[in-house]
DNA sequence: CTTTTTATAGATCATGTGATCAACAAAAGT
DNA sequence: ACTTTTGTTGATCACATGATCTATAAAAAG
């Protein structure tokens, strides 16, 4: 009485028996299903609903971690990890460069990695938990790409008005509204965001008399 | 052993017996307790929790909302409302005064108005939560706003590139942006929203070739 | 003062949800 | 083959939470 007829039987999660998989594996397929999962129902999402996506029981999960708090810590971590690429910093500050030009590559490949649904909505909802690494990450990202980006403009601004790290922010907030526009509330994306960011990099620099080439 | 020691008991919320209210200004003090507790809790606050605070009981709560979704929309309702002043758009397309007036006298009483814990957390939590309301107030604002900044800034519009909705949704978006940092990420408030928002005004205008009076 | 109305309280139901635990079975080791 | 290990299940607990219902008492009506 087994019928270990695999045929995928429609189910998006394949209803194999009992499958067995080393730990390292299953955590992380876990936490990968739950990125999901969390980023379209919310925090508040139950664990028996995360379970059945995955094809597993609800007690496995807190085989894998002892509460569900903890689960939705690797989940912060999973989305955060890795979305601030380290060379980002060298390349901001190489003045071989015009900064036009750093800024369009930075921010291009900045909003391709940001402007995603999963990352946006679990950002949103653990900044609205009060989650710690959400404040951390958005320190860190003060620190090692806005302000760098600060430094960079004081080489260059020549008008009186010096830049602050509220023009950077504003810079910055002002490209990442899109996302948030189109993942958050819903709305259209954009036809061309890479033209809106770029029109947005023009306005910070002509502001502060920064031609295209320097 | 009744011991009505008017003293606080600690409770923030005075435990006087059974107050019988007009319906109308019972069902007002629900929504605007709601408001706050549900602004800072999130829309999965309890009940309970929320009746505690009113110092009534929790049964109460559904004598005036037959369940809490209806409690939550009633909230959304209390919140967008008279968030926009019908007077704005007059104002915004009152072409005796300059533009960037227009827009600086605009900015800075929405912002002082949306700037605000309560307003920022229900909006940005019932925006993930996809709320209609949600969705009907930013098509509204676009409608009524944004649309006619659009308008003004072509009038005045000297170079090439002409004006989009995407560019005032970029103004728009980095002002708002700032609210945002503050109470939904809780990091420290600029210490001069005003001159953020001027700046943001004059790098728009600038881009377009228009002059602080035009 | 007496009666009627109804806003409110208190107890309770039904269900959902995080978490636990003993038993089972799929691998790994011998 | 046999034993050991451990990933996984199924049943279940404990409690939180939305919602219901009846009794009560504060006003209003007479």
Redesign the interface.
Known sequence: MDGRLDSENADSESRTARRRLPPKERRAQIVDEAVRFFAEV?L?GNTRQLAKRLGVTQSLLFNYFATKDELLEAVYEKVYLDRLSPDWPDRLTDRTTPLRSRLLAFYTEYSGLIFERDWM?IF??S????AVL??RY?MHLGDVILRPVLAETEALAKGE?RPTM??I??????????G??TH????PE?EDPE??IA??I???L??FGIGPED
């Open positions: 919310g508040e909505r949103m909802s900044g609205l938990a009060g959400n404040r958005l008005t509220e023009d922010w504003n810079l910055h907030g002002g490209i990442v509204y899109i948030i526009r958050i509330y819903g709305m954009p033209t809106v029109q947005s023009d306005k910070y002509l502001y």
